[in-house]
């Protein structure tokens, strides 16, 4: 199949282009951006002017919930609702019942992914048996079934001694660890960020020192094991200070923060809206203001949806007892849109921040709208509007804060490893 | 949260936040209009007769129960008790699904307690737009019954609110008493409002509600003009927050002598029930300064006002 990509003003932070040109597609593969290689004939063209065109995004930690959470959603429906939300990869939690801890949980998905026949899943595997941190998972045999890093996603590992070892075992297989900084016993009863807003509501609160513990024991770690670390879903100011301070000691670790912190505060909680009961919790406007300045200035490298679809049985509670997290990736392109509006960082930082960046945190060969790059590729309208309604998700998880909301920007055309899988240009 | 109707009248009691002086008032002197209804022989009103009322306790409870049911016979309503920590939740019913049920039975209005904070304002977003929810208690957020009951008798024996100096004494971090009390203080014009306690049992940033903290109870007493003092709860002593009830008496306990460095006229409330030798001492809870029996009494005057309030403002709205 032969592509032509036309009119759309192309964005490529890698290679620093931002003009309105075209995309040429042979196969699996860009073969140009710009003029035509000689002799190229498309099968098919797509007028996209007026539109953006980016490398396709990459969601670093999206809750697929299959196996054994299907009432909340499944591999195909998630796998849709990325692709037609502009995501061409997506790297799917291990915390599935059973745990992404073993090669043959990995099969399973892997042919549940290839019939969904959307998103690529990228898998990450458990950093301990049963995600429980006691004892390590078969770290390389995960590697071998094609696991692109391990984790022990928001299950923190009680014992450091157990962390030091995963950390270690990790690093001797040449593994990523994401590492999800939290401190157990500081974390264990708390419901939101603990400030003015949780002694106002009385909700038991998670205080700062938490994740500030929690990231200079791992920034320890990591230093001591030489492991290659990634950092997830920071949510303080002095988190954001203490992975820069690291990074300029020269400790190699990367970092991303969650959208939803980027957007929210603590306050947005109001009057116990179980849609911003999230882990981490959000935190206080100050915090924000240093997320967003972080993104701006490549102090954290990308922004993730962590994508956490539920049935809606899950969020009809009372604060405390809802389950936390946002479905995310419907809204995702229209939410960082108001962001670059807002004026917290520009276009083209932040489409870096969940495509270029996320690539290069896993080690792939994207990211990129180079010639012979794969063909990953995500196109949205940034002036279309639309309302945000169960219908109008495709996630099966319709918990998110912006439901009823008319929102600007819309993903139209993603296409991956040169295959149209979503489409709504004429 | 949403416990007013179009006219600004309660629909629903949830909270203090976000109340007026005005309509805190409206409930205190309506209180002061049912307080003599106990007092004679044949104790009761028609008000609510023919309305069903559902006592839906989440959480144990026996004082602020009984002084609902109580209010709720006085209004010559029917009600009844519904314990559903030993019920149907227990069997796996959902929290919405009890509700179903209990609406399907024609109730008018539901006196909620439940353990997790904002619980009371979520069941009254579930429920049928014609039933009422009175908040009993939910978790660490709110009890705003107790803090009208408490205001009114702050207010019977210092006639008004705005030279006190109020102080609030004990584990202000699990209390949804001191909460509901400070912002009802605040709301009523109290001059000084102040939360005494050790620093484990202060939550962060209390000073935006509007109360000052002390963290020894010398100090914070100083001057008082209402020493309230909170119950201490069982699971506190001897854990992370507290090393043992005798030192905590020994720190904050309210003895007779501490007593003395709070105003002449100073009165002692608690909101019961009592510890006494770990947060108060008995001669001081049954001193002549202590009024904690009159906030029983003056419990089921506040309750019998609070659910004519809210079915009140149905009524008017349905005719």
């Known amino acids: 199949m032969h592509l032509c990509l036309a009119g759309a003003r192309v964005i490529d932070p890698a290679t620093g282009t931002d003009k309105c040109t075209n995309v040429y597609i042979k196969g699996t593969r860009i073969v140009r951006v710009g003029r035509a290689p000689q002799g190229f004939t498309p099968d098919q063209t797509i007028c996209l002017e007026g539109q953006i065109l980016a490398p396709g995004f990459i969601e670093l930690g999206a809750h697929l919930r299959e196996p054994g959470f299907e009432y909340k959603a499944t591999i195909a429906s998630e796998c849709r609702a990325a692709a037609s939300s502009g995501f061409t990869s997506v790297c799917c939690t291990p915390d599935t019942m059973p745990v992404i801890d073993n090669a043959s949980v990995v099969e399973h998905i892997k042919q549940r992914a290839h019939t969904a026949r959307a998103a690529r899943v990228l898998y990450l595997g458990a950093l301990t048996h049963g995600l429980q941190g006691d004892v390590l998972a078969e770290m390389r045999a995960l590697k071998d079934s094609g696991c692109v890093a391990v984790t022990n996603a928001d299950c923190a590992i009680r014992d450091t001694a157990v962390l030091r070892h995963a950390l270690a075992y990790a690093a001797s297989c040449g593994l990523t660890v994401f590492l999800h900084p939290i401190d157990y016993w500081l974390n264990r009863d708390g419901k939101m960020h603990e400030g003015a807003v949780s002694t106002r509501l009385g909700i038991p609160g998670i205080p700062e020192a938490e994740e500030i513990i929690a990231v200079n024991r791992d920034l320890t770690l990591v230093e001591e094991t030489g492991v290659r670390a990634h950092f997830c879903r920071l949510s303080s100011a002095r988190a954001i200070s203490l992975i820069k301070r690291a990074r300029r000691a020269g400790l190699p670790v990367t970092a991303d923060v969650a959208l939803s912190n980027l957007l929210f505060i603590d306050r947005d909680v109001g009057s116990f809206d179980p849609n911003y009961h999230l882990r981490p919790p959000l935190r206080e406007a100050r915090d924000r203001r240093h997320l967003r300045a972080a993104i701006k200035k490549r102090d954290v490298d990308a922004i993730c949806g962590n994508h956490e679809p539920h049935d809606a049985d899950a969020k009809a509670m009372p604060f405390s007892l809802s389950a936390p997290g946002i479905s995310s990736l419907d809204t995702f392109v229209p939410a960082l849109l108001s962001l670059v509006e807002q004026g917290a960082f520009d276009l083209n930082t932040a489409i870096a921040a969940v495509s270029q960046a996320p690539n290069d945190i896993l080690g792939l060969s994207g990211g990129a709208l180079t010639c012979d790059s794969p063909a990953d590729i995500c196109v949205f309208d940034p002036s279309q509007k639309w309302t945000v309604s169960k219908d109008t998700l495709d996630s099966a998880g319709k918990n998110t804060p912006f439901l009823n909301q008319t929102m600007r920007g819309k993903v139209t055309l993603t296409v991956i490893g040169g295959r149209i899988v979503h489409n709504t240009n004429d | ?319």
């Open chain 2, 1 to 319: 949260m949403n416990q007013l109707d179009e006219q600004e009248r309660l629909k629903h009691f949830l909270t203090i936040e976000g109340l007026s002086r005005a309509l805190l008032t409206e409930v205190l002197d309506t209180a002061e209009r049912f307080s003599p209804v106990g007092e004679r022989a044949v104790k009761n009103v028609p008000l609510l007769r023919g309305k069903t009322v559902v006592n839906l306790f989440f959480e144990p409870s026996t004082r602020t129960r009984t002084t609902f049911e109580l209010a709720a016979k006085r209004l010559s309503a029917d009600i009844i008790n519904l314990n559903i920590a030993a019920s149907a939740t227990t069997k796996g019913e959902s929290l919405t699904d009890t509700l179903r049920t209990l609406e399907a039975m024609q109730c008018d209005m539901f006196v909620v307690r439940h353990q997790n904070s904002g619980a009371a304002a979520f069941i009254a977003k579930k429920v049928a737009p014609h039933i009422s929810v009175i908040n009993a208690g939910d978790g660490r957020y709110q009890h705003p019954t107790q803090a009208m009951l408490d205001m009114f008798t702050i207010r019977r024996v210092k006639q008004n609110f705005n030279d006190l100096i109020v102080a609030i004494v004990g584990d202000i971090t699990h209390s949804r008493v001191a909460r509901s009390e400070i912002q009802a203080l605040s709301t009523l014009g109290v001059a000084e409002i102040r939360v005494v306690g050790p620093k484990t049992l202060i939550p962060d940033k209390i000073e935006a509600l509007g109360a000052q903290v002390f963290n020894d109870i010398e100090t914070g007493i100083a001057g008082a003009d209402v020493v309230i003092m909170l119950r201490l709860q069982q699971e506190r002593m001897n854990s992370p927050l507290l090393p043992s009830a005798q030192e905590y008496f020994q720190s904050y306990g309210l003895t007779e002598q501490r007593l003395k460095l709070a105003d002449k006229n100073a009165i002692v409330m608690h909101p019961g029930p009592i510890n006494r030798g770990i947060e108060i001492d008995s001669a001081v809870a049954d001193g002549p300064q202590s009024v904690i029996l009159n906030q029983v009494v003056h419990g089921i005057a506040v309750r019998m006002a609070v659910m004519s309030l809210v079915i009140g403002a149905h009524a008017a709205g349905t005719n």
